[in-house]
């Protein structure tokens, strides 16, 4: 899969790889999200191993252990406005909103149509 905004190496889960853990169907999404941001996106979070999630202490259900969800860092109000909306236009419809980043998943076994915060 080619993406305009994003280079298979910022996927990653302790140090490896995990570009071909993610859901295809999120990328696109993600990448027609960076399009209509029209600022860069750094990925923080992306698939997640078991072990991993455990320790940072992700939700036993995480979609990243599914390669359903992403995390891009941001600290700043007017970008994250930049990003949340960007989101919805790619037609994202689970996003989370901390401090240092939003989360966006694809789960549809889960809630769709929410915002929540951390």
Aim: include cysteine; hydrophobic fraction near 35%; aromatic fraction near 12%.
């Amino acid at each position: 899969m080619n993406l305009r905004y994003f280079s298979r190496w910022e996927f990653t889960c302790n140090g490896e790889n995990c570009f071909n853990k993610m859901s295809p169907l999120l990328l696109k999404k993600l990448d027609t999200a960076r399009d209509y941001a029209n600022t860069p996106f750094q990925i923080t979070s992306s698939w997640r191993s078991e072990e991993h999630n455990k320790a940072i202490k992700g939700a036993k259900n995480s979609s990243h252990l599914r390669g359903l969800a992403i995390d891009i860092s941001c600290t700043e109000s007017s970008k994250r406005f930049q990003i949340v909306d960007a989101l919805l236009k790619a037609g994202f419809t689970r996003i989370g909103i901390a401090n240092s980043f939003v989360h966006a998943d694809i789960d549809e076994s889960l809630t769709e149509q929410v915002i929540w915060l951390y």
